[in-house]
């Protein structure tokens, strides 16, 4: 008798995988984190594109100064690449390989910040500008300070390989879920057959 059968002589007992549930845990802290301050940051970079475009057309409209315009649309072009940046798209990585590192990517942010405080403007109608330009700028500097000492300390290594660990393991459940799917499959057919 082997030992996949019962002791009464009927069908055998297939022994079944565990299942898929206890591969699944909960999503990485560390991922969450940083995915947070990944949306902080881009939400950030998009005030201060908001803020340099209103100060664009403040001075090309004003004619006060067209160098601050200027000025202003170069802030934000390169706000935009903090933006694209911040979505980690791969086809944005594979172009420029240096936003990859955490701290290159800090020290953009933090150019488009000093862009983004240049010049202000004190005149009692531009108050509220000026407002949400020292606000965008001073968190976006935060925000580019923080990514330049964690990217000291290798964090965007460590994010790097617990992403890769995060796909592994997701590729692991959908190969074991299609696994139980053929499984139920073949029982279903072989049930078919003695039937």
């Given amino acids: 008798m082997s030992r996949n059968e019962d002791p009464e002589g009927s069908e055998p007992v297939l022994p079944r995988p565990p299942p898929s549930a206890r591969l699944r845990s909960g999503p990485d802290p560390f991922l969450v ?3 947070c301050f990944s949306v902080i940051t881009s939400l950030t970079a998009i ?25 202003r649309c170069y802030a934000v072009v390169i706000a935009f690449f903090v933006v694209l940046a911040e ?16 701290a290159c990517r800090g020290m953009l ?27 965008a700028s001073y968190v976006l500097l935060a925000c580019g300070l923080v990514y330049v000492f964690s990217g000291l300390l290798c964090i965007g290594l460590l994010k790097r390989s617990r992403q890769e660990k995060e796909i592994t393991r997701e590729q692991a459940v959908k190969d074991l879920e299609e696994l139980e799917r053929r499984r139920e499959e073949l ?3 072989l049930l078919a057959e003695r039937g």
């Fill in 47 to 71: 005030l201060c594109i908001a803020v340099n475009v209103l100060s664009a057309v403040r001075s090309f409209k004003n004619g006060s100064d067209v160098f601050d315009g200027i000025f």
């Fill in 187 to 189: 029982e279903q057919m």
């Fill in 109 to 135: 942010q933090i150019f488009v910040a000093v862009m983004t405080r240049a010049f202000p403007e004190y005149s009692s109608s531009q108050r509220d500008l000026v407002l949400l330009q020292n606000i």
């Fill in 33 to 35: 984190v940083c995915r």
């Fill in 87 to 102: 979505t980690e798209w791969g086809f944005i990585i594979k172009f420029w390989k240096v936003l990859e590192y955490w």
